[in-house]
C-alpha cells in the first residue's frame, strides 16, 4: 500500500495536482491502507494538526513578504544596501546578501525574499560582470537565511509540530543566521574581488536611502520586538506585519494599489 501511494503521490505530481492534493491524497491512502486506520482516526489527527493557532502565522507573515515587495519596500530596501556597500570590490553580491538578510526579518518566506530581492540584484549583477552561475548559486543560497532568521517559517513549523514555544525556535536562528550571512559576505568578497565596481555613493545619496528604506527597516522591530516583549504571539506579530506593510506601501511608498493587493493575498 506504501508503494501505490508513493506511484500515485508522483503520477499526481507530474500532472501538476495542486501539491497539498498531492501529500494529502498519498498520505491519507498509507495511513489508511497501511497503517490500517480508520477514516475518522484520521479526520481526528488531521484536524487537530490543522487547528494549531501558530500555524496562522505562515501565511501572514508571506503575505506581510509579497505586500511589502508589490509596495515598494523591497526595492528601497535593495537600494539602500548597494548605496553602503555597492561600491567595495564584489559589493553588488554584498548587498544581495544583506538584503536577503533584512528581508528574512520581514516574512522568512524563501519564495518572497528571491522574488523580492533576486529579480532586482541578479540581472544588475550579471550586467556588472559577475558570473551567471555564481549569482544564481548565490540568490539561493542567501535566501536559505529565511530559514534560519526570525520570523522563520520552518521554525514556526519546527514549534507546531514539537510543541515547542516559537520565541525559543526564533532565538535558536538568530546566531546561526546572522554566521552564516557573515560567512556569505566573506565569501563574495573572496570570490569577487578582481571585479570592477561603481562609484561609491555620496553621503546625501545614503542618507536619503536610509530615510526611504526607514519604514521597512522598522517591520524586524515591530515583529521581533513585540513577540520578545511578550505583547504580542506570533500570529498577532505576523498579522500586525502584514498590516503594516500594507499600509506603508498604500500611503508612505504609495506603489501598492488594489490590484496589487489583490496579487499579494493570491499569491499568498
Known sequence: ?????????????????????????????????????????????????????????????????????????????????????????????VAMVIAMGFFAAFCGSILAAITAVGTIMMP??????????????????????????PPSNAAI???????????????AGVFPGLILLVLMILLVL??????????????????KAFLSALPALITPVIILGGIYAGILTPSESAAIAGVYAVLIGFFIYRELTFTGLKSCLKET
Open 157 to 171: 513549523l519546527f514549534s507546531a509540530l514539537t510543541n515547542v514555544p516559537v520565541s525559543k525556535t526564533f532565538a
Open 190 to 207: 573572496f570570490k569577487c574581488r578582481h571585479i570592477r565596481t561603481s562609484n561609491a555613493a555620496s553621503y546625501k545619496e545614503r542618507a
Open 1 to 93: 500500500m506504501f508503494t501505490i501511494a508513493f506511484i500515485l503521490s508522483l503520477i499526481t505530481l507530474v500532472i501538476s495536482v495542486p501539491i497539498f492534493l498531492v501529500f494529502g491524497l498519498g498520505s491519507s491512502i498509507a495511513a489508511v491502507g497501511g497503517l490500517n486506520l480508520p477514516w475518522s482516526v484520521l479526520i481526528q489527527v488531521s484536524f487537530g494538526a490543522l487547528t494549531k493557532h501558530v500555524l496562522i502565522a505562515v501565511p501572514l507573515f508571506i503575505f506581510a513578504g509579497m505586500a511589502m515587495l508589490k509596495g515598494g519596500a523591497a526595492s528601497r530596501l535593495v537600494k539602500f544596501t548597494t548605496t553602503l556597500v555597492g561600491h567595495w570590490p564584489g559589493g553588488l553580491g
Open 124 to 149: 544588475k549583477m550579471i550586467e556588472q560582470g559577475y558570473p551567471k552561475p555564481f549569482v544564481v548559486v548565490l540568490a539561493a543560497s542567501a535566501a536559505l537565511l529565511e530559514a534560519l532568521i
